[in-house]
């Protein structure tokens, strides 16, 4: 019982003729079973709330860990990957470049190995061009001659067509036909030789499948451009006169 005009307590309602009765307030039970009281009750909302804060917040934190574990492996995978690609890359693109030194290096002797020539042979160079160009000796001393009138890349283009006839894998034609294309018939060349509209548009089609007789056209106009041009100079040449003399001078003494 209460006295009069003291306020109800807690669990108990005023009833309608401001008489006092004693009702259960339903409230949710403590952990001892009780009716929390007081702080008691605000302590356990206060943690009720901070365990709804954190509950979304800790899922959060879980999927932000998960991704970054996640990005962290596709970093680390795509990373991996990239670099392994570009090893490989780099592997290929070294090993490209060393073949073709290799190729460049076997395809332009600075000399061809060759007997020294006889008086009949040397003689013989002045009957035709043919002659001339058959002999290993003779392309030796008619390029020496070129390098003299800076077109030795008329020679060297006209080897290394020679040089690819002789081939047969496919793709040692594919990379020395490349070669020659890179080296005497592209405008970016040094060398590049001198070759018409017609002769350029016949081997940019030959490239889309090189073979042995990819630059026979250009071979030819080559060859006709030294035997029209180069071949009378050379004959006229000291380089050709001091051979021919000297040869002629060791035939008289034997």
């Not at 009765?21 to 009780?34: C, M, N, Y």
Request: proline share 5%; with cysteine.
């Amino acid at each position: 019982m209460r006295m009069a005009g003291e306020p109800p307590s807690l669990g108990e309602e005023p009833t309608a003729n401001g008489c006092d009765q004693g009702k259960d307030f339903h409230l949710a039970p403590g952990t001892d079973g009780e009716i929390p009281m007081g702080s008691e009750r605000m302590e356990m909302r206060k943690r009720q709330m901070s365990v709804a804060q954190e509950t979304p917040s800790s899922t959060q934190a879980q999927h932000g860990i998960g991704n970054r574990a996640s990005n962290a492996c596709c970093f680390c995978w795509c990373c991996c990957c990239s670099c392994s690609c570009l090893t490989v890359r780099n592997q290929d693109e070294e090993r490209t470049r060393r073949t073709s030194h290799e190729l460049r290096a076997e395809s332009i002797p600075n000399c061809e190995e060759s007997p020294t020539p006889t008086l009949e042979e040397v003689n013989a160079w002045a009957q035709s061009f043919d002659k001339l160009m058959i002999t290993p000796a003779g392309r030796n001393a008619f390029r020496e001659f070129l390098r003299t009138e800076f077109s030795e890349e008329n020679m060297l283009f006209w080897m290394a067509c020679e040089e690819l006839k002789q081939e047969s894998n496919k793709s040692v034609i594919e990379e020395k036909a490349r070669l020659i294309y890179e080296d005497y018939i592209s405008i970016l060349s040094p060398k590049e030789v001198s070759l018409d509209s017609r002769v350029r548009e016949v081997i940019n089609r030959n490239m889309l499948e090189p073979s042995q007789h990819t630059f026979d056209d250009a071979q030819l106009q080559i060859y006709t451009l030294m035997h029209r041009d180069s071949y009378p100079r050379f004959m006229n040449s000291a380089i050709y006169k001091d051979l021919l003399q000297s040869l002629s001078e060791k035939s008289i003494k034997a």
